[in-house]
């Protein structure tokens, strides 16, 4: 379920599109544009979309008809002998998906740190020293000897508990 979630709000379909889709449709479709996105079109088999997406195969299914009803995608089928298929192809068609993944690329430089990214923004990139201190160089290691700081010391500490004594067994009763 949180792998279905995240894979449809990872924002990369038109809210217009994602709007005819259920949410598990959304994850399936959201997969399909990222491979996409990687790689020019989409050759992952059908259990293999429904694994990573968290969602059932039909539910695979039902998504990529859906989008070839709209008009969305295309899907090639490779058929190779008798009983013997490869993997489909499907193929991004719509221009409006397609406008929303370049949008979403554009401007993000991948795999180096957030400072070299281009864009604008007023923090700056130098970090801030801070220190971290161990225990035994703070000198905090050993206890105060004020009230509290006595409690660490069970003989030095005052004992409190029930008292038997002449009272108590008569409440109790």
């Not at 801070?130 to 290691?141: A, F, K, N, W």
């Amino acid at each position: 379920m949180e792998r279905r979630r995240r894979w449809a709000a990872s924002g990369r379909l038109p809210p217009g599109l994602a709007a005819r889709f259920t949410l598990a449709e959304q994850a399936v479709l959201a997969l399909v544009a990222a491979e996409t996105a990687r790689r020019k079109d989409c050759r992952l088999a059908v259990g293999h979309l429904a694994a990573i997406v968290g969602v059932a195969e039909t539910t695979v299914r039902n998504a990529i008809r859906e989008a070839v009803k709209l008009g969305l995608v295309t899907v090639e089928e490779r058929r190779v002998t008798g009983f013997r298929n490869d993997t489909n192809i499907v193929r991004i068609v719509s221009a409006e998906w397609t406008a929303w993944l370049r949008l979403a690329r554009k401007g993000v430089m991948l795999n180096t740190p957030p400072s070299r990214q281009q864009g604008g923004g007023c923090k700056s990139p130098r970090g801030t020293a801070t220190e971290v201190l161990t225990l035994i160089e703070s000198g905090r290691t050993e206890p105060k000897k004020g009230c509290r700081g006595a409690a660490g010391d069970l003989n030095q500490s005052a004992r409190t508990g029930i008292r038997f004594g002449r009272g108590t067994g008569r409440a109790m009763r």
